[in-house]
């Protein structure tokens, strides 16, 4: 089974994607963490990253698609993942598309964490003073929400037509929310 968490930045993708893949026993691939540690330990791919990264916007397709064919490739993927954080443009989506269909399978649910964005702006200011990412100043904070909406808010009406969007109101405690993904997908 593969489950996409989709939402904007500050909605909970991480939290909840973090309990589905305990419960259901699945790898959680989260390509925000693999571009993270790739910056902290120097490779090419990081230093490449950190421009982009740091200023709120995504890092490009010519280094992101090679990492998602990688981890979905990964043996403990061969049956399902839950995806945090990709697809997030088009072409991602194609890929993992492609990729699925190509092994017979393919996405089964999509849970859309529904949160508007004051409560976003909150939360993301909130974490801002715990984490201190570098990508959490309040213009890179500002950038991110823009590029979710251009990017990829765009890829729902794609996975629509397919009838496997769920919207999760994404307020509420993350034991509630918890619970509300449990019965959509049935376990
Ligand atoms: P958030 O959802 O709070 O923005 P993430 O950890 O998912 O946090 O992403 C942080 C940053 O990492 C993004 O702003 C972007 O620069 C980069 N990033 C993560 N995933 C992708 C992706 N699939 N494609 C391109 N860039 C990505």
Redesign the pocket.
């Known amino acids: 089974m593969f489950i996409l968490i989709l939402?904007?930045?500050?909605?909970g993708?991480?939290t909840q994607g973090r309990i589905l893949a305990e419960r259901l026993g699945l790898p959680k691939i989260?390509?925000?963490?693999?571009?993270?540690a790739a910056m902290k330990e120097g490779t090419p791919l990081g230093i490449e990253?950190t421009k982009?990264?740091?200023?709120?916007?995504?890092?490009?397709?010519s280094?992101?698609l090679g990492?998602?064919k990688d981890e979905l490739d990964r043996p403990d993927a061969k049956n399902g993942a839950i995806l945090?954080?990709?697809?997030?443009?088009a072409a991602?989506a194609e890929l993992v598309d492609k990729t699925l269909a190509q092994r017979g399978q393919r996405l089964n649910h999509i849970l859309l964490l529904d949160v508007t964005e004051d409560e976003l702006v909150k939360r993301?200011h909130a974490?801002a003073q715990v984490e201190g990412?570098p990508?959490d100043t309040p213009e890179?904070i500002a950038?991110?929400l823009q590029?979710?909406q251009r990017n990829t808010a765009p890829l729902i009406a794609h996975y629509a037509q397919r009838g496997i969007v769920h919207r999760v109101p994404g307020t509420g405690t993350i034991e509630q929310i918890a619970e509300e993904i449990k019965r959509i997908i049935g376990r």
Not at 7 to 11: L, V, W
Not at 52 to 61: H, R, S, T
């Open positions: 939402g904007a930045p500050g909605s993708k991480g989260t390509t925000g963490d693999l571009i993270r990253a982009y990264y740091d200023q709120g916007v995504l890092v490009p397709d280094v992101v990492m998602i945090d954080g990709f697809p997030r443009t991602q993301m974490r990412r990508d890179a950038t991110r590029v979710y």
